[in-house]
């Protein structure tokens, strides 16, 4: 992300609301909505208050129109991608230093994502944008398989009757990735 982007942002001035629409955001994902609001002007300080859906949206789409649609996405399956590895305790060093160059401060990508969450209650997705959003990337190759997507491993073929058969099947950590 541009280096505008690593410093604080003011806590004053919200983005003009004229002629946003709440159906312009339909085409996101949620994770590339957070990723947008990263990216705005979104102040640091920021709280949310009832009703004010339309100033995040305006951040959302001053986001998307700063970071580029095609750039917000990857960086969107590349969090996607991160998230998952760091959920089960496996995230590389290298994933975690790229997370840490796309997004250097921790507190305002969990709030963006807070905030992308409290959208998507009340702008909802289009279906090709939730599945957009179950798509993800990774930061080098998977730790666990090495980027084959299969792993050796004892496959329960009946678990009632405790019959295993060994041989490669779909990594369970990135069998989805692409």
């Not at 942002?9 to 629409?21: K, Q, W």
């Not at 905030?115 to 990337?137: H, I, K, Q």
Request: hydrophobic residues 35%.
């Amino acid at each position: 992300m541009p280096a505008t982007l690593t410093a604080t942002h003011p806590v004053s001035g919200l983005p003009a609301t004229e002629n946003v629409s709440l159906t312009d955001l339909s085409d996101l994902s949620n994770g590339e909505r957070a990723v947008a609001l990263y990216a705005s002007d979104l102040p640091d300080g920021y709280r949310y208050k009832r009703g004010d859906e339309v100033h995040l949206v305006a951040w959302i789409i001053q986001g998307v129109n700063r970071v580029g649609l095609d750039r917000l996405r990857r960086i969107a399956a590349l969090e996607a991608g991160f998230r998952r590895f760091r959920a089960r305790n496996r995230a590389t060093a290298e994933q975690e230093r790229a997370h840490a160059e796309r997004f250097p401060d921790p507190e305002r990508d969990q709030r963006a994502g807070e905030l992308a969450s409290l959208v998507t209650l009340s702008v909802s997705m289009s279906d090709e944008a939730r599945e957009r959003g179950l798509r993800f990337l990774l930061d080098g190759p998977c730790p666990e398989c090495g980027d084959t997507r299969q792993v050796w491993a004892c496959w329960a073929v009946d678990v009632d009757a405790d019959w295993y058969e060994e041989g490669y099947g779909p990594c369970s950590l990135c069998g989805g990735a692409e």
